[in-house]
Every structure is written in C-alpha cells, then in structure tokens.
C-alpha cells in the first residue's frame, strides 16, 4: 500500500515538474497543449498517427474538442475513419468529425460527414443526430446568404427529414422549431423584396412578392403586414377592389392587428370601406377564409 502510494505521489511529482518546465520554456500556447495533450491522453505526439490505435487517436480528438479546438479535432477523428476504418472507433469518430466540423464552421464538411455516417449506417441510432446535423449545417447558414435562399430551402428540406424520418427522437421538436423559423425567414425575404418594389413606385412587382407571402407562407408571422402592403399597392395604381378585398381579408383574420388599423385609414381616406369586393385571386382567398381553409 504504502509503495503504491509513492508510486501516485512520484507521477504527480513528475506531471507538476513537467508543467513547470514548459512555462520556464516559453513554448507556445499549442506546443504545451500537445504535450499536456499526450500526457493525461495517453498520446504522445512523437508517436506518429500510423502507428497509435483507434481509440488513443479518437481520445486525443476528444480532448482538441475540450480545448476548443475543433478543427484539429476533426482532423484527428477523419483520421480515425481512415486509418481504421473498419473499426467500432471509426463509426464514433464519423459522427464526432460530423459535429467537430460544424463547431468549426466549416458546414460543408460537416454536411459531408453527416451524410456519410447516414448512408454508411441507416438504422443506427445515431443516424437522427447525423440528419439534424446536416440540417443544422444549412440552417447555421440562413443568416450569411444574403438574397440567395438555396441555403434555406436546403435547411427547410434536411430539417422535414428529421421531423419525418424521426418524429420520436430528441432532435425533432427541436427540428420542428428550426423548421418554422426558416419558413419565417423566406417569407421575411420575400417581403424583404416587396418593401423595396413599393417603395420605388414598382407596384405589380410588389404585389408578386406580397402575394407569395400570402398565399404560399400565410401561417407566418408576416401575414398581416403583406396584407397591408397590398392594400397600398393597390390602391396605388388605383384598383380598389382589390384593397377593399385585402383589408377585408386582413380584418376578418387579424382585426386587432395595427396592420388593420392602417388598412382602415387607408381605405376611409378615400372614402372606400373593407369589402371582399370583384373577382380575382383575393376573392378565391376570401372565399377560403369564409370556409376555413385559410390560415
């Protein structure tokens, strides 16, 4: 007992010198990692890769991951997968790079990854997390595409898989939220470009874009003010029926809406009331709210 305890005291000894050691050395912040690194890993980094196990490779991408540094934990685990391949640690390690990967933005590999662990094992029950990753790796995205929304209809996509594929698993209410968020977001696009059109006088342009939003993304939260906006553009150009149609609609639907209250002003100021009103796409959505089959 007692040499066992001298044993412990002589590691510990040994581990504080070393510590001590690399700070009177100076050495860089990543060289004393990599060597602290291999010391409580079991690594050591004068071992080259080809010669240490599938675990001892996958905890050292473990332990880049807790020092915040995913991209050399992704390395390490796409190594695990190429240089054991057919290994239980490279299945782990397809996952992790998966995950290490979209920690370090690098959302291509990361899809990648993904998409690779899912075809490789299907009915794994980590093949949910696998999907949601690779939607995650679309949906992280949104916000950096500018007017292009490939990406989203992308994220939309990956995202139904995983409320579909895997409508019991941990990630699918999760999924469920991303998914209306996105919606939300093509929509938001969309009036986006309206707003614009409006603005500079170019009201059937306008109307296109407020017209999606109604008829394609009525269950957003932007409904209301596309409704608005039409009510504008068409009394611009002087088609009454048209914004006495939309401000029906917008009233029947979202009365306390300050969007209605616009819609109201609008119309009373030139002497014109809500009233589904003529014929033409509005009045089919009228017709739909009277039945219940809109919104």
């Known amino acids: 007992m007692a040499g066992g305890l001298k044993s412990i005291r002589r590691r510990a000894w040994l581990g504080v010198m070393l510590v001590l050691f690399l700070s009177a050395c100076g050495g860089g912040d990543r060289e004393r990692r990599g060597l602290l690194g291999g010391l409580f890993s079991g690594r050591s980094d004068e071992v080259p890769l080809e010669q240490q196990d599938a675990e001892t490779i996958f905890r050292s991408a473990e332990f880049e991951l807790e020092e915040d540094d995913p991209e050399e934990a992704a390395r390490l685990f796409t190594e695990v997968e190429r240089l054991h391949p057919y290994s239980e640690w490279a299945k782990r390690a397809l996952i992790m790079a998966a995950f290490a990967y979209h920690e370090d933005q690098d959302y291509e590999n990361a899809r990648a990854a993904a998409q690779r662990y899912i075809d490789f094992y299907p009915a794994d029950e980590e093949a949910a997390y696998a999907q949601y990753l690779l939607a995650l790796s679309y949906y992280d995205q949104i916000d950096q595409v500018g007017r292009d929304q490939g990406i989203t209809f992308q994220a939309l996509q990956a995202l139904r898989l995983v409320i579909e ?48 939003v109604v008829e394609q993304f009525q269950t957003t939260s932007h409904t209301p003010e596309a409704l608005l906006r039409l009510v504008e553009a068409y009394l611009s150009l002087g088609l009454t029926d048209e914004a006495q149609t939309a401000a029906a609609i917008l009233g029947h639907n979202f009365q306390s809406s300050p969007f209605y209250e616009d819609s109201y002003r609008l119309l009373t100021g030139q002497g014109l009331s809500p009233d589904a009103a003529g014929e033409g796409w509005l009045r089919d959505i009228w017709r739909q709210t009277m039945r219940g089959a809109w919104l």
Not at 178 to 185: C, E, S, T, V
Not at 187 to 209: C, P, Q
Request: charged residues 25%; positive net charge; hydrophobic residues 40%.
């Open 165 to 212: 594929r895997y409508p019991d698993s941990p990630y699918a209410s999760s999924a469920i939220l991303k998914f209306d968020l996105a919606f939300d977001h093509l929509a938001g696009k969309e009036m986006e470009i309206g707003r614009y059109y409006l603005r500079r006088g170019h009201y059937i342009s306008a109307i296109n874009r407020f017209r999606v």
